[in-house]
């Protein structure tokens, strides 16, 4: 039989972390830092909003675009946390995910050979996303001097006549690198003077700890040529339910909504019922959660630090980054065997880019009895080699 | 108060066992500062002591609650707080406050048993010059207690890996 894979499909690099999950699987007491996602529960009121949907009958299609009042409640949400405006009707599109809005972003941009720049390290979906498109992802690197942001120096260097695009996303998985709004700034001038476009995944925005939360479209001349995608999988902890949203100009979000309506038709209902709830009700259980992060990202960095493993300050995300370069080891052997002898699970960083090789990406969304666990066999496994 | 001590008073309120060191990386504070804090947090009255949150029907017989809800007359001059004043000094009432509504009073009772409980607020509360009603409201299980969930439940799973 021949083979019907198709080579764009072959192309794809297989999951880097196949080999971790086949060990996790045979052991009962791991602390996992691996998992990228919030470890609560859904705010209630959120849920609340989203059974009610289901006991009201509410289980149909939506528009395209997604649910007018859940584009309405984001665009003032938006207005609200960084005074940006965006017209619920014709510039919003509610998706099935970040994911979904990053595929058919990228899509809806990319010809055969277009190069789209990425900020590294990334997360996992970005390259495969561009790939799948038949463009050519190049990474430009975000270096840890630089507490991992996208610099106009780095990019410039990588843009060519044939460069189309950015992606980037801050607060950054996994670097937990931020973006001051002097430094989206910064980034605007080149992207504007090279006429390109901005992907601009802000799921994370709403945990950023030390300053600011911002958005790339607040620097001057980004609005117009950005697609922002945004959405509650992290700030309201609703990974499961699979809703996010995607911003852009009106001709832009008309050209992706083609490909959203045929692909996805529409985002899941209950599910935007309860994106409706969140919006509306659950900032304070918001802010309660991001608190909570703050905390557990003091008490892990300086565990990590106060063990011996070198550990920069994430100012966002739920990631801590810390470089294992001094123990003489890959970050793929240090995470296997941290795993296989101490029984804690991080994600080698260069999983995530080659800007991330000799760091582990550490997920503190995890309980802080959990966390000091996981210092404590840090710190044993450090000793050990 | 700054931002650091309402965060003191937030892992505190939820937990005030826990070691200086760890309130200390929690707050990103020295833990000197942390003690210093907590001291004139205590000094200031707004720490007001520390307690466990005991899930009594677990641990067995011999514990009952109530709220007991209490119309009263005002005095002159002194209004609420002289009947409040006499009310609170019995041990049998762990909690008291001026509500509004349809009563004035709102107190929660324990007792070994619910005889007790009644016989309490019948011959104690009850009698009071300024009362003028009672509605007595047994507790028959309690779900929830300070934040803290009293009953066993499942929590949701997460893979061990996900980017």
Same mark, same amino acid.
């Given at each position: 039989m021949r083979d019907f894979i198709s080579q764009r499909t072959h192309r794809i690099p297989p999951s880097g972390i196949r080999r971790f999950f086949d060990i996790v699987q045979e052991m009962d007491d791991v602390i996992s830092l691996g998992v990228g996602e919030p470890d609560y529960s859904t705010p209630w009121v959120?849920?609340?909003?989203?059974i009610a949907s289901v006991e009201q009958g509410q289980t149909s299609y939506t528009s395209n675009s997604g649910l007018p009042e859940l584009r309405?409640? *984001?665009?003032?949400?938006?207005?609200?946390?960084?005074?940006? $405006?965006?017209?619920?009707?014709?510039?919003?599109?509610?998706?099935?995910?970040?994911?979904?809005?990053?595929?058919? *972003?990228?899509? *809806?941009?990319?010809?055969p050979g277009d190069e789209?720049?990425?900020? $590294?390290p990334s997360y996992v979906s970005y390259s495969p996303g561009v790939m799948l498109s038949d463009g050519v992802p190049v990474l430009v690197p975000c270096r840890m001097e630089d507490e991992f942001r996208l610099t106009p120096e780095a990019l410039m260097e990588k843009i060519t006549p044939k460069t189309k695009a950015v992606i980037c996303n801050f607060p950054n998985n996994?670097?937990?690198?931020?973006?001051?709004?002097? $430094?989206?700034? *910064?980034?605007?001038?080149?992207?504007c003077d090279h006429d390109l476009l901005l992907i601009s995944d802000e799921i994370y925005t709403e945990m950023t700890y030390d300053g600011e939360m911002t958005s790339a479209v607040q620097?001057?001349?980004?609005?117009?040529?950005t697609i922002l995608i945004n959405g509650f999988s992290k700030s309201y902890a609703m990974t499961g339910w699979r809703v996010a949203y995607l911003c852009a100009p009106k001709e832009i979000c008309e050209a992706v909504l083609k490909i959203h309506q045929y692909v996805m038709l529409s985002a899941p209902t209950m599910s935007q019922y309860a994106a409706v709830g969140a919006l509306r009700n659950a900032d304070q259980d918001r802010e309660e959660m991001v608190t909570e992060y703050q905390m557990r990202r003091n008490l892990f960095v300086r565990g990590l630090n106060r063990v011996g493993l070198t550990c920069h300050l994430p100012r966002g995300a739920f990631y801590a980054f810390p470089s294992i370069k001094d123990f003489g080891l890959t970050d793929v052997e240090f995470a296997e065997r941290l795993l296989k002898e101490q029984h804690v699970a991080v994600v080698p960083g260069s999983v995530f880019g080659p800007s991330g090789e000799g760091h582990l990406r550490c997920a503190y969304a995890v309980s802080r009895e959990d966390l000091r666990e996981a210092v404590n066999r840090i710190e044993a496994f450090i000793t050990s080699l | 108060m700054d931002a650091k001590d309402w965060l003191l008073l937030r892992i505190l309120e939820e937990d005030s066992t826990q070691e200086v060191r760890e309130v200390a990386d929690l707050t990103d504070l020295s833990e000197a500062e942390v003690e210093d804090r907590v001291?004139?947090?205590?000094?200031?009255?707004?720490?007001?002591?520390?307690?466990? @949150? /005991?899930?009594?029907?677990?641990?067995?017989?011999?514990?009952?609650?109530?709220?007991? +809800?209490?119309?009263?007359?005002?005095?002159?001059?002194?209004?609420y707080d002289r009947i409040a004043e006499r009310i609170s000094r019995f041990p049998q009432v762990c909690s008291l406050r001026l509500i509004s509504g349809e009563y004035d009073f709102e107190l929660r009772v324990t007792g =070994? +048993?619910?005889?007790?409980? @009644?016989?309490? /607020?019948?011959?104690?509360?009850?009698?009071?010059?300024? !009362? =003028?009603?009672?509605? @007595?409201?047994? /507790?028959?299980? @309690?779900?929830?207690? +300070?934040?803290? !969930?009293l009953y066993d439940r499942k929590e949701g799973e997460r893979l061990p890996f996900a980017f």
């Open positions: 959120a849920c609340e909003a989203g309405t409640e *984001a665009s003032r949400y938006l207005t609200r946390r960084f005074g940006i $405006d965006y017209h619920p009707e014709d510039e919003m599109i509610v998706t099935t995910g970040a994911s979904e809005a990053l595929d058919i *972003a990228i899509r *809806a941009v990319t010809d789209i720049l990425i900020a $590294d996994p670097s937990g690198g931020v973006m001051s709004r002097a $430094d989206y700034r *910064a980034i605007a001038d080149v992207i620097a001057d001349g980004l609005r117009e040529r | 001291r004139a947090l205590e000094a200031g009255g707004i720490i007001r002591g520390y307690s466990a @949150t /005991v899930d009594w029907e677990k641990a067995g017989e011999g514990v009952a609650a109530a709220t007991v +809800n209490l119309k009263v007359h005002p005095e002159r001059d002194a209004g =070994r +048993n619910i005889q007790e409980i @009644t016989r309490f /607020v019948s011959e104690q509360i009850a009698p009071m010059e300024q !009362i =003028r009603e009672t509605a @007595t409201i047994l /507790v028959m299980k @309690t779900y929830k207690e +300070n934040g803290r !969930i």
